[in-house]
């Protein structure tokens, strides 16, 4: 057997394997007895050490046991199994079906039209065309960057802040143009140096990520948001530490992966998220677009959370510039501060 049928040979078993999924709940005897609704989560890849996609796993468990359900989790690997997973959650005909990440769109907008009985919940992005079936959760992630640029700039010596993110596309500016603005309200004069992965394979290009980390640290930058995936912000970590310079991390604490180099996180608390969907839905609010940042507790910092003190965030050994950014977030909250989104502008 050649290389390449083998490889073709493992994928095809992989792929049916999750196409299976992953049903916890099966082997969970109090779930047996379960009389509430089934809930399906699918992601866009496997869980594995993605933090973003394991809160996702959690806010589907915490549902199901809030509801005396029960849960399963399909794990995607490419487009063709995001769909291939769809349907098969479909025939399953669960109370909710839970799809996370971008990826999802057009496939998702497919199975609504098809299926309008079966009730969906699209978390982190939303489909082009509205339908009754199809709940919408979506994060202001813009508001959270732009607080953790205010903390960038507060602790900048060099005045330059930077961003390596996955794409230069609008969506994504959210990480870049907000994290600019906030150093720049802190601290008057700084300036922003963003840089994107791009290429084929942009969420996964840890090698690039360091590298463009790395010429931003030779431009004097000393304060980078790593807004390239958990496998990329890796390498942005990687070149902190070598540079001399600090990174911030996103979708959930990544201050343990290198201690001492990460100042704080963009969390998306994906989890509170699926929790209020999956009530509202289950609730008869169905076809709702539903935004999550700072005020709806969706977005945050890790240094802004009462786990502070043990996040091993270099943030929190800076009191003062948690003060300051905790005032910060209040203003955003009142409406006296507005972080414009960069993907409307």
Known sequence: MSPRTFLRAVTAVSA?????????????????????????????????????????????EDSAKKHNGTQKVYQSTDPTSIQQNLAAAVREKPAVIVAVGFNFADALASEAERNPEQKFLFVDSCTTQPFPNVTCAVFREHEGTYLAGAEAGLLSKTGKVGAVVVLDAAQFHRYSVPFGQGAEKAKPGTTLSPLYIGGANPFNDPARAKALATTLGGQGVDQVMGAASAAGNLGVFEAAKQGGFFAFGVDANQCPASPGQVVDNVIKRTNVVIGDGVDAVLGGKSGEVKSYGLKENGISLTGLQPEAPTSQCVVASHPDVLAKVGELRDQIISGAIVVDDPAKS
């Open 16 to 60: 049916v394997v999750l196409l299976a999924g992953c049903n916890a709940s099966a082997k969970d005897p109090a779930a047996q007895n379960a009389t509430g609704p089934a809930l399906v989560l699918i992601t866009p890849s496997p869980v594995g050490v993605n933090d973003f996609l394991k809160l996702a796993v959690q806010g589907v």
